[in-house]
Protein backbone atom coordinates (compact mmCIF):
# COMPACT_ATOMS: atom_id res chain seq x y z
CA UNK A 1 0.00 0.00 0.00
CA UNK A 2 1.48 3.67 -1.19
CA UNK A 3 0.42 6.38 1.42
CA UNK A 4 0.31 9.63 -0.93
CA UNK A 5 1.92 12.66 1.23
CA UNK A 6 1.04 16.21 0.04
CA UNK A 7 3.46 18.97 -0.75
CA UNK A 8 3.89 20.92 2.59
CA UNK A 9 1.76 24.48 2.19
CA UNK A 10 3.60 27.54 2.30
CA UNK A 11 3.17 29.54 5.12
CA UNK A 12 0.57 32.63 4.94
CA UNK A 13 2.18 35.87 5.39
CA UNK A 14 1.34 39.11 6.28
CA UNK A 15 4.19 42.02 5.96
CA UNK A 16 4.03 44.85 8.52
CA UNK A 17 5.96 48.38 7.58
CA UNK A 18 6.60 51.27 10.11
CA UNK A 19 7.31 54.40 8.20
CA UNK A 20 9.24 56.94 9.84
CA UNK A 21 10.20 59.04 7.03
CA UNK A 22 13.93 57.38 6.61
CA UNK A 23 13.07 56.00 3.31
CA UNK A 24 10.51 54.33 0.34
CA UNK A 25 7.65 52.42 2.30
CA UNK A 26 6.39 51.13 -0.73
CA UNK A 27 10.02 50.01 -2.44
CA UNK A 28 10.84 48.43 0.39
CA UNK A 29 8.08 45.99 1.28
CA UNK A 30 8.37 45.29 -2.45
CA UNK A 31 12.16 43.94 -1.83
CA UNK A 32 10.57 42.82 2.06
CA UNK A 33 7.86 40.95 -0.63
CA UNK A 34 10.72 39.33 -2.82
CA UNK A 35 12.61 38.13 0.48
CA UNK A 36 9.34 36.32 2.28
CA UNK A 37 8.75 34.93 -1.73
CA UNK A 38 12.47 33.44 -1.49
CA UNK A 39 12.14 31.98 2.16
CA UNK A 40 9.12 30.37 0.44
CA UNK A 41 6.25 32.04 2.34
CA UNK A 42 3.02 33.13 0.54
CA UNK A 43 2.19 37.30 1.04
CA UNK A 44 -1.63 37.77 1.60
CA UNK A 45 -1.43 41.39 2.13
CA UNK A 46 0.96 44.22 3.02
CA UNK A 47 -0.09 47.33 6.00
CA UNK A 48 1.83 50.23 6.28
CA UNK A 49 1.56 52.80 9.32
CA UNK A 50 3.03 56.30 9.30
CA UNK A 51 4.26 57.13 12.91
CA UNK A 52 7.57 59.42 14.47
CA UNK A 53 9.09 56.55 16.22
CA UNK A 54 8.31 52.87 16.92
CA UNK A 55 6.00 52.05 19.72
CA UNK A 56 8.31 51.13 22.76
CA UNK A 57 6.00 47.46 23.64
CA UNK A 58 5.07 46.62 19.91
CA UNK A 59 6.61 48.54 17.33
CA UNK A 60 3.42 49.43 15.77
CA UNK A 61 0.49 51.33 17.04
CA UNK A 62 -2.21 49.67 19.29
CA UNK A 63 -5.22 50.45 16.87
CA UNK A 64 -3.26 48.53 14.25
CA UNK A 65 -2.18 45.71 16.11
CA UNK A 66 -5.80 44.95 16.82
CA UNK A 67 -6.91 45.26 13.36
CA UNK A 68 -3.89 43.35 12.36
CA UNK A 69 -4.66 40.71 14.81
CA UNK A 70 -8.10 40.43 13.54
CA UNK A 71 -7.01 39.76 10.11
CA UNK A 72 -4.78 37.36 10.75
CA UNK A 73 -7.68 35.26 12.70
CA UNK A 74 -10.20 36.25 9.51
CA UNK A 75 -7.30 35.05 6.74
CA UNK A 76 -5.51 32.23 9.05
CA UNK A 77 -2.09 34.14 8.92
CA UNK A 78 0.68 31.83 9.93
CA UNK A 79 3.63 34.21 10.27
CA UNK A 80 3.72 37.96 10.26
CA UNK A 81 7.06 39.44 9.26
CA UNK A 82 7.73 43.27 9.93
CA UNK A 83 10.06 45.60 7.95
CA UNK A 84 12.54 46.77 10.46
CA UNK A 85 14.70 44.85 13.39
CA UNK A 86 12.18 44.33 16.51
CA UNK A 87 13.31 44.09 20.10
CA UNK A 88 12.76 41.07 21.90
CA UNK A 89 10.29 42.40 23.84
CA UNK A 90 8.26 43.70 20.63
CA UNK A 91 8.17 40.74 18.82
CA UNK A 92 7.23 38.56 22.26
CA UNK A 93 4.60 41.75 22.86
CA UNK A 94 3.16 41.13 19.02
CA UNK A 95 3.19 37.33 19.63
CA UNK A 96 0.83 37.38 22.81
CA UNK A 97 -1.11 40.05 20.87
CA UNK A 98 -2.10 37.88 17.64
CA UNK A 99 -1.04 34.64 18.83
CA UNK A 100 0.65 34.51 15.59
CA UNK A 101 4.84 33.48 14.94
CA UNK A 102 6.43 37.05 14.21
CA UNK A 103 9.93 37.73 13.02
CA UNK A 104 11.45 40.77 11.07
CA UNK A 105 13.51 41.94 8.17
CA UNK A 106 17.11 40.51 9.85
CA UNK A 107 15.81 36.87 10.97
CA UNK A 108 14.02 36.22 7.43
CA UNK A 109 17.68 37.45 5.57
CA UNK A 110 19.06 35.24 7.97
CA UNK A 111 16.67 32.37 7.17
CA UNK A 112 17.74 33.01 3.38
CA UNK A 113 21.27 33.02 4.26
CA UNK A 114 21.16 29.73 6.29
CA UNK A 115 19.42 27.81 3.22
CA UNK A 116 21.99 29.19 0.50
CA UNK A 117 25.13 28.34 2.72
CA UNK A 118 26.91 25.60 0.77
CA UNK A 119 30.68 25.76 1.59
CA UNK A 120 31.59 25.15 4.98
CA UNK A 121 33.10 28.94 5.45
CA UNK A 122 29.56 30.03 4.49
CA UNK A 123 27.52 27.62 7.17
CA UNK A 124 29.85 29.20 10.20
CA UNK A 125 29.73 33.02 9.55
CA UNK A 126 25.76 32.08 9.29
CA UNK A 127 25.50 30.28 12.14
CA UNK A 128 27.34 32.77 13.73
CA UNK A 129 25.04 35.77 12.55
CA UNK A 130 21.75 33.77 13.82
CA UNK A 131 23.47 32.87 17.62
CA UNK A 132 24.44 36.73 18.06
CA UNK A 133 21.15 37.75 17.33
CA UNK A 134 18.76 34.74 18.85
CA UNK A 135 20.91 35.29 21.87
CA UNK A 136 18.72 38.68 23.70
CA UNK A 137 16.02 37.01 22.30
CA UNK A 138 16.09 33.82 24.67
CA UNK A 139 13.98 35.18 27.44
CA UNK A 140 10.13 35.09 27.49
CA UNK A 141 9.81 31.80 26.95
CA UNK A 142 7.87 30.64 29.79
CA UNK A 143 7.74 27.40 31.86
CA UNK A 144 9.87 25.90 29.16
CA UNK A 145 12.90 28.11 29.33
CA UNK A 146 12.25 28.10 33.75
CA UNK A 147 13.02 24.24 34.45
CA UNK A 148 16.18 23.64 35.81
CA UNK A 149 18.73 21.00 34.22
CA UNK A 150 17.98 17.39 34.58
CA UNK A 151 21.55 14.40 35.25
CA UNK A 152 24.32 14.82 37.53
CA UNK A 153 25.46 17.54 38.87
CA UNK A 154 22.33 19.94 38.05
CA UNK A 155 20.12 19.13 41.44
CA UNK A 156 19.30 21.32 43.51
CA UNK A 157 19.04 25.06 42.94
CA UNK A 158 21.35 25.17 40.03
CA UNK A 159 21.00 26.99 36.95
CA UNK A 160 17.81 27.58 34.74
CA UNK A 161 17.38 26.06 31.62
CA UNK A 162 17.82 29.76 30.07
CA UNK A 163 20.91 30.55 31.85
CA UNK A 164 22.20 26.75 30.56
CA UNK A 165 20.98 27.57 27.19
CA UNK A 166 22.73 31.17 26.89
CA UNK A 167 26.12 29.78 28.39
CA UNK A 168 25.97 27.18 25.29
CA UNK A 169 25.28 29.82 22.65
CA UNK A 170 28.18 31.93 23.97
CA UNK A 171 30.30 29.09 24.17
CA UNK A 172 29.67 28.07 20.77
CA UNK A 173 30.02 32.20 19.80
CA UNK A 174 33.45 32.00 21.09
CA UNK A 175 33.89 28.78 18.85
CA UNK A 176 32.63 30.27 15.79
CA UNK A 177 34.94 33.35 16.28
CA UNK A 178 38.41 31.40 16.52
CA UNK A 179 37.17 29.20 13.43
CA UNK A 180 36.75 32.34 11.12
CA UNK A 181 39.72 34.36 12.47
CA UNK A 182 41.58 30.86 11.29
CA UNK A 183 39.81 30.61 8.32
CA UNK A 184 40.10 34.64 7.91
CA UNK A 185 43.77 34.13 8.55
CA UNK A 186 44.61 31.76 5.50
CA UNK A 187 42.48 34.03 3.42
CA UNK A 188 44.91 36.87 4.01
CA UNK A 189 47.57 34.30 3.69
CA UNK A 190 46.11 33.67 0.31
CA UNK A 191 45.51 36.85 -0.46
CA UNK A 192 49.77 37.97 0.03
CA UNK A 193 50.66 34.85 -1.64
CA UNK A 194 48.45 36.05 -4.87
CA UNK A 195 50.41 40.03 -4.37
CA UNK A 196 53.75 37.96 -4.30
CA UNK A 197 52.86 35.97 -7.06
CA UNK A 198 52.02 39.03 -9.00
CA UNK A 199 48.12 37.82 -9.48
CA UNK A 200 45.57 40.74 -10.09
CA UNK A 201 42.22 40.71 -8.68
CA UNK A 202 39.04 42.36 -9.74
CA UNK A 203 36.06 41.83 -7.47
CA UNK A 204 32.72 41.62 -8.48
CA UNK A 205 29.93 43.47 -5.78
CA UNK A 206 26.75 44.27 -6.43
CA UNK A 207 22.94 43.82 -4.73
CA UNK A 208 21.56 40.92 -4.80
CA UNK A 209 19.57 39.00 -8.18
CA UNK A 210 21.87 42.19 -10.39
CA UNK A 211 23.77 39.40 -12.71
CA UNK A 212 27.09 38.58 -11.14
CA UNK A 213 26.82 34.89 -10.80
CA UNK A 214 25.73 34.97 -14.45
CA UNK A 215 28.34 37.62 -15.30
CA UNK A 216 30.93 35.30 -14.09
CA UNK A 217 29.46 32.57 -16.05
CA UNK A 218 29.48 34.51 -19.25
CA UNK A 219 33.46 35.48 -18.46
CA UNK A 220 35.18 32.20 -16.81
CA UNK A 221 32.37 29.55 -17.11
CA UNK A 222 32.51 29.00 -13.33
CA UNK A 223 28.89 27.34 -13.84
CA UNK A 224 27.49 28.80 -11.01
CA UNK A 225 24.55 28.77 -9.97
CA UNK A 226 22.41 31.42 -11.94
CA UNK A 227 18.39 32.37 -11.35
CA UNK A 228 16.28 35.18 -10.89
CA UNK A 229 15.96 34.72 -6.79
CA UNK A 230 17.58 37.14 -3.96
CA UNK A 231 20.88 35.47 -2.78
CA UNK A 232 20.56 32.65 -5.34
CA UNK A 233 24.08 32.13 -4.39
CA UNK A 234 26.02 33.09 -1.26
CA UNK A 235 29.22 31.45 -0.98
CA UNK A 236 32.47 33.64 -2.98
CA UNK A 237 33.14 31.59 -6.00
CA UNK A 238 36.85 32.64 -7.56
CA UNK A 239 38.00 31.86 -11.56
CA UNK A 240 40.54 33.20 -13.60
CA UNK A 241 40.04 35.92 -16.51
CA UNK A 242 42.06 35.76 -19.56
CA UNK A 243 41.88 39.65 -20.40
CA UNK A 244 42.81 40.97 -24.23
CA UNK A 245 45.99 42.20 -23.38
CA UNK A 246 47.69 38.66 -22.38
CA UNK A 247 47.09 38.96 -18.67
CA UNK A 248 45.61 36.67 -16.69
CA UNK A 249 43.74 37.51 -13.17
CA UNK A 250 41.46 36.09 -10.94
CA UNK A 251 38.07 37.51 -10.74
CA UNK A 252 36.52 36.84 -7.09
CA UNK A 253 32.54 36.86 -7.01
CA UNK A 254 31.63 38.11 -3.87
CA UNK A 255 27.96 38.10 -1.31
CA UNK A 256 25.04 39.90 -2.75
CA UNK A 257 24.46 43.17 -0.97
CA UNK A 258 20.90 44.45 -0.30
CA UNK A 259 19.10 47.52 1.29
CA UNK A 260 19.61 47.74 5.09
CA UNK A 261 22.24 44.63 5.14
CA UNK A 262 21.90 43.27 8.62
CA UNK A 263 24.88 44.69 11.07
CA UNK A 264 25.26 40.82 12.15
CA UNK A 265 25.98 39.62 8.42
CA UNK A 266 27.96 42.83 7.54
CA UNK A 267 30.19 41.40 10.27
CA UNK A 268 29.89 37.73 10.10
CA UNK A 269 30.62 38.21 5.98
CA UNK A 270 33.67 40.58 6.78
CA UNK A 271 35.94 38.42 5.07
CA UNK A 272 34.18 37.85 2.11
CA UNK A 273 33.52 41.24 1.78
CA UNK A 274 37.31 42.46 2.04
CA UNK A 275 37.88 40.64 -1.11
CA UNK A 276 37.53 44.15 -2.60
CA UNK A 277 39.37 45.78 0.06
CA UNK A 278 42.16 43.72 -2.11
CA UNK A 279 40.84 43.69 -5.06
CA UNK A 280 43.19 45.87 -7.77
CA UNK A 281 39.45 47.02 -9.59
CA UNK A 282 36.14 46.23 -8.29
CA UNK A 283 32.99 45.50 -10.61
CA UNK A 284 30.06 47.21 -9.40
CA UNK A 285 27.37 44.94 -10.82
CA UNK A 286 24.22 46.73 -11.26
CA UNK A 287 20.32 45.87 -12.47
CA UNK A 288 20.28 48.31 -14.75
CA UNK A 289 16.63 47.62 -15.42
CA UNK A 290 15.44 48.07 -12.06
CA UNK A 291 13.39 51.64 -11.55
CA UNK A 292 15.92 51.80 -8.02
CA UNK A 293 19.13 51.39 -10.17
CA UNK A 294 20.40 54.71 -8.93
CA UNK A 295 20.04 53.36 -5.20
CA UNK A 296 21.78 49.68 -5.85
CA UNK A 297 24.41 51.72 -7.16
CA UNK A 298 24.30 53.95 -3.96
CA UNK A 299 24.08 51.27 -1.54
CA UNK A 300 26.92 49.27 -3.02
CA UNK A 301 28.82 52.23 -2.52
CA UNK A 302 28.24 52.61 0.85
CA UNK A 303 29.47 49.86 2.25
CA UNK A 304 32.76 49.68 0.21
CA UNK A 305 33.40 53.04 1.62
CA UNK A 306 32.56 51.67 5.30
CA UNK A 307 35.37 48.99 4.25
CA UNK A 308 37.94 51.45 3.00
CA UNK A 309 37.85 50.69 -0.55
CA UNK A 310 37.30 54.31 -1.05
CA UNK A 311 40.37 55.10 -3.23
CA UNK A 312 39.95 51.51 -5.70
CA UNK A 313 39.39 51.81 -9.09
CA UNK A 314 35.21 50.91 -9.50
CA UNK A 315 33.48 49.78 -12.86
CA UNK A 316 30.05 50.55 -12.97
CA UNK A 317 28.92 46.93 -15.14
CA UNK A 318 25.07 47.94 -15.89
CA UNK A 319 24.09 44.57 -16.29
CA UNK A 320 20.42 43.51 -18.15
CA UNK A 321 20.58 46.51 -20.43
CA UNK A 322 18.77 44.83 -22.99
CA UNK A 323 15.79 45.66 -21.09
CA UNK A 324 16.12 49.68 -20.76
CA UNK A 325 14.84 52.21 -23.19
CA UNK A 326 16.19 54.95 -21.69
CA UNK A 327 20.28 54.42 -19.81
CA UNK A 328 20.52 58.07 -19.34
CA UNK A 329 18.94 58.33 -16.65
CA UNK A 330 20.82 56.25 -14.66
CA UNK A 331 23.97 58.02 -12.16
CA UNK A 332 26.66 55.58 -12.62
CA UNK A 333 29.88 55.57 -10.18
CA UNK A 334 33.52 55.63 -12.18
CA UNK A 335 34.19 54.23 -15.37
CA UNK A 336 30.93 52.89 -16.93
CA UNK A 337 30.18 49.78 -19.20
CA UNK A 338 26.64 48.50 -20.57
CA UNK A 339 25.98 45.03 -21.03
CA UNK A 340 23.94 42.41 -21.01
CA UNK A 341 25.63 39.37 -19.39
CA UNK A 342 23.08 36.44 -20.15
CA UNK A 343 23.37 37.08 -23.83
CA UNK A 344 27.18 38.36 -23.47
CA UNK A 345 26.74 41.42 -25.24
CA UNK A 346 29.29 44.31 -24.22
CA UNK A 347 31.53 41.79 -22.83
CA UNK A 348 34.53 42.92 -24.97
CA UNK A 349 34.24 46.28 -24.11
CA UNK A 350 34.06 45.29 -20.21
CA UNK A 351 37.20 43.14 -20.54
CA UNK A 352 38.90 46.39 -22.18
CA UNK A 353 37.92 48.42 -19.27
CA UNK A 354 39.07 46.30 -16.74
CA UNK A 355 42.64 46.40 -18.66
CA UNK A 356 42.53 50.10 -18.33
CA UNK A 357 41.81 50.19 -14.91
CA UNK A 358 43.87 47.88 -13.75
CA UNK A 359 48.31 48.50 -12.88
CA UNK A 360 49.72 49.24 -15.72
CA UNK A 361 52.61 45.35 -15.83
CA UNK A 362 52.46 45.13 -19.45
CA UNK A 363 53.21 47.39 -22.36
CA UNK A 364 54.37 46.95 -25.73
CA UNK A 365 57.60 46.17 -26.69
CA UNK A 366 59.68 45.47 -30.08
CA UNK A 367 62.52 42.97 -29.65
CA UNK A 368 65.27 41.14 -31.44
CA UNK A 369 66.57 37.59 -30.06
CA UNK A 370 69.15 35.42 -31.23
CA UNK A 371 68.47 32.17 -33.10
CA UNK A 372 70.98 31.25 -30.17
CA UNK A 373 68.64 32.10 -27.63
CA UNK A 374 65.62 30.24 -28.15
CA UNK A 375 64.42 29.88 -25.08
CA UNK A 376 64.07 33.51 -24.51
CA UNK A 377 61.72 33.75 -27.36
CA UNK A 378 59.72 30.98 -26.30
CA UNK A 379 59.43 32.89 -22.78
CA UNK A 380 58.12 35.74 -24.39
CA UNK A 381 55.48 33.98 -26.40
CA UNK A 382 54.21 32.20 -23.41
CA UNK A 383 53.99 35.60 -21.30
CA UNK A 384 52.66 37.54 -24.15
CA UNK A 385 50.52 38.41 -26.65
CA UNK A 386 52.48 38.46 -30.38
CA UNK A 387 51.73 41.02 -32.59
CA UNK A 388 54.22 40.62 -34.55
CA UNK A 389 56.58 37.53 -35.42
CA UNK A 390 59.24 37.68 -38.28
CA UNK A 391 62.45 35.64 -39.06
CA UNK A 392 65.53 37.28 -40.12
CA UNK A 393 68.83 37.14 -40.77
CA UNK A 394 70.17 38.45 -37.62
CA UNK A 395 67.55 37.21 -35.08
CA UNK A 396 63.81 36.31 -34.12
CA UNK A 397 61.96 39.70 -34.42
CA UNK A 398 58.78 39.93 -32.15
CA UNK A 399 56.29 42.85 -31.42
CA UNK A 400 54.37 41.51 -28.28
CA UNK A 401 52.33 42.98 -25.27
CA UNK A 402 53.99 41.49 -22.13
CA UNK A 403 55.13 42.14 -18.25
CA UNK A 404 57.15 44.75 -17.84
CA UNK A 405 59.39 42.88 -15.54
CA UNK A 406 59.93 40.76 -18.41
CA UNK A 407 61.14 42.97 -20.84
CA UNK A 408 63.16 44.37 -17.91
CA UNK A 409 64.97 41.39 -17.29
CA UNK A 410 65.93 40.99 -21.05
CA UNK A 411 65.99 44.23 -22.07
CA UNK A 412 69.32 43.92 -24.39
CA UNK A 413 67.20 42.37 -27.12
CA UNK A 414 65.41 45.50 -27.12
CA UNK A 415 64.83 47.50 -30.54
Known amino acids: MINETKAESPEKALLVCVDFGAYDPDSSLDELESLAKTAGAQVEARVVQKRDKPDIATYIGAGRLDEIKEFCENNEIDLIIFDGELSPSQQRNVEDVTDVRVIDRTMLILDIFASRARTNDGKLQVELAQLKYSLPRLGGKGAEMSRLGGGIGTRGPGETKLESDRRHIRRRIAALTNELKNIEQRRNNL ?11 AAIVGYTNAGKST ?56 STLEEAVFADV ?63 TGVDKLLDAIVEELPKTRKTAELLIPYSSGDVAAAFRSDGVVLEEDYREDGIYLKLICDIRLIEKYKEYLI
Open 215 to 270: LMNCLTNAGVLAQDKLFATLDPTSRGLDLPDGRRIMLVDTVGLIRRLPHHLVEAFK
Open 191 to 201: RKRRKKDGILT
Open 282 to 344: ILNVCDASSDECNEHLEVTQRLLDSLGCSDKPVISVMNKCDKVENIYDIIPLGKVVMISALNA
